[in-house]
């Protein structure tokens, strides 16, 4: 059976940066969400999982840090991801002698009309691909943190609004790598979700190399979707009902991260609304208009773990995402609660 996203006429419409956008019927943005995973498995093969992860983060209106070694395919999927929408899409390399102009834009006088003239940086965009972030200074790397949260850009006291819809795609190399900055807490915080790609199964890796021998697949990646046709997916995903039970369930596990012995830092209140909105674009893709427990467990990983701080005076804990999964097996779904069965 399809579920109808706008049964109700009053939820028909969302507010989307500046314009009033119209939802989309379930049978329509599966078929919009197949285009966008299908275009990029042509270049993105054996990567279900991360790939449909990135597209949730896009229709919840996300930004996303992929993080693994050089060479697994990390700015592939960014690239990819940018191509299968017909959008503004700019690509900032980080390097070390980047500066914070280099990505906001500057002020240039203009010597005709004796004013000054902004001229827009590639923050400027639909979708920005940040290649290898943490190869840049945190200096570099807080001319973000405006634009990420609040989708605008201040310049020499001037604010300048980004278009919608708007997404940070960031690659970085671990920390370990030579080169890098760890990021700002700050910043890791405005990061929806964290992926990491892994390396690929022996039958991805062989028919990789046989279908890029002669050409990049990118090469041939075409949009499949409008920003308007975008704009209404995520206008969807809005109108996807989260019960005050699912509520307090997010808020409920991101408490247990504040308290756990295990982490000095836990999950900030940006972090639960995250998890909520991300969640809700999970129970679209899957055809719901309403978000079920199982959604948050999933997506809880992703979303918490590269936020969490470990306390490093406990000997022997294991990694930050096996802390998360034990605090999601000891909190209890609330039941019964706001229509929750």
Same mark, same amino acid.
């Given at each position: 059976m399809v579920t109808s996203f706008a049964a109700n006429p009053d939820h028909g419409r969302v507010d989307i940066g500046r314009d009033r956008v119209s939802t989309m019927e379930a049978d329509e943005l599966a078929e919009a969400a197949g285009r966008i995973l299908g275009a990029i498995e042509t270049v993105i093969d054996g990567k279900r999982a991360q790939v449909e992860l990135a597209l949730m983060v896009l229709l919840a209106e996300g930004h996303l840090l992929i993080e693994d070694v050089p060479g697994v395919g990390k700015t592939m999927l960014a690239r990819a991801l940018?191509?299968?929408?017909?959008?503004?899409?700019t690509r900032i390399q980080f390097t070390p002698d980047l500066l914070p102009a280099?990505?906001?834009?500057?002020?240039v006088y203009n010597q005709g009309d004796r004013t000054f003239e902004f001229k827009p940086g590639p923050i400027f965009a639909n979708i920005v691909i940040g290649d290898e972030i943490n190869r840049a200074?945190?200096?570099t790397q807080s001319a973000l943190l405006e634009s990420m949260e609040e989708r605008q850009v201040t310049v020499d006291g001037v604010t300048y609004p980004l278009s919608s819809p708007f997404t940070v795609v960031a690659t970085q190399n671990p920390i370990e790598m030579e080169?890098?900055? %760890?990021? +700002?807490?700050?910043?890791?915080?405005r990061f929806m979700a964290r992926i990491s790609m892994g390396y690929p199964d022996p039958a991805s890796e062989l028919a990789m190399l046989q279908q890029r021998e002669t050409a990049s697949p990118l090469d041939g990646l075409r949009p499949v979707v409008t920003v308007a046709e975008l704009l209404r997916m995520i206008a969807t995903v809005r109108e996807v009902y989260a019960s005050w039970a699912v509520e307090q369930y997010a808020v409920a596990i991101a408490n247990a991260t504040r308290r756990d012995r295990e982490l000095r830092l836990g %999950?900030? +209140?940006r972090a639960t609304l995250q998890l909520v909105r991300i969640a809700k674009a999970r129970a679209a893709l899957d055809g719901r208009d309403f978000v079920l427990p199982d959604d948050v467990d999933a997506l809880a990983v992703p979303v918490l773990a590269h936020r969490l701080v470990p306390n490093a005076r406990i000997a022997g804990a294991g990694s930050v995402a096996d802390t998360v999964r034990r605090i999601l097996a000891e909190t209890s779904v609330p039941i019964g609660v706001g229509g929750l069965a």
């Open positions: 940018a191509r299968s929408v017909d959008g503004t899409v280099d990505v906001t834009g500057v002020s200074s945190p200096k080169g890098t900055y %760890a990021l +700002p807490e700050a910043q890791r915080d %999950a900030s +209140p």
